[in-house]
């Protein structure tokens, strides 16, 4: 499946906002390969965990945002 997102736990609203528009969702704890988007509240700097990137998507920070928004932005940045 090509429009998975990853999204950090605790988001509730924006998951399901996502899952409104069509997305499946996970939890960014889950092992999960290539989603198309990864949404984070920017509250963790190295949320994943990780050293090195080895697929360029897009990162949402959605402190700002509105569930509706964070959909957008995915929309927007996601390469079909």
């Given at each position: 499946?090509?429009n998975?997102?990853?999204v950090?736990?605790?988001?509730?609203?924006?998951?399901?906002?996502?899952e409104?528009?069509g997305?499946?969702?996970?939890?960014?704890?889950q092992?999960?390969?290539?989603p198309?988007?990864v949404?984070?509240t920017g509250?963790?700097?190295?949320?994943l965990?990780m050293?090195t990137?080895?697929?360029?998507?897009?990162?949402i920070d959605?402190?700002?945002l509105t569930?509706e928004?964070?959909?957008?932005?995915?929309q927007?940045?996601?390469v079909?």
């Amino acid at each position: 499946m090509r429009n998975i997102v990853a999204v950090e736990d605790g988001l509730t609203d924006v998951k399901q906002a996502l899952e409104n528009a069509g997305f499946k969702t996970v939890n960014l704890s889950q092992n999960i390969t290539n989603p198309v988007a990864v949404v984070v509240t920017g509250m963790d700097e190295n949320f994943l965990g990780m050293q090195t990137v080895t697929n360029e998507v897009p990162v949402i920070d959605c402190r700002a945002l509105t569930a509706e928004q964070v959909v957008e932005e995915v929309q927007r940045r996601i390469v079909h």
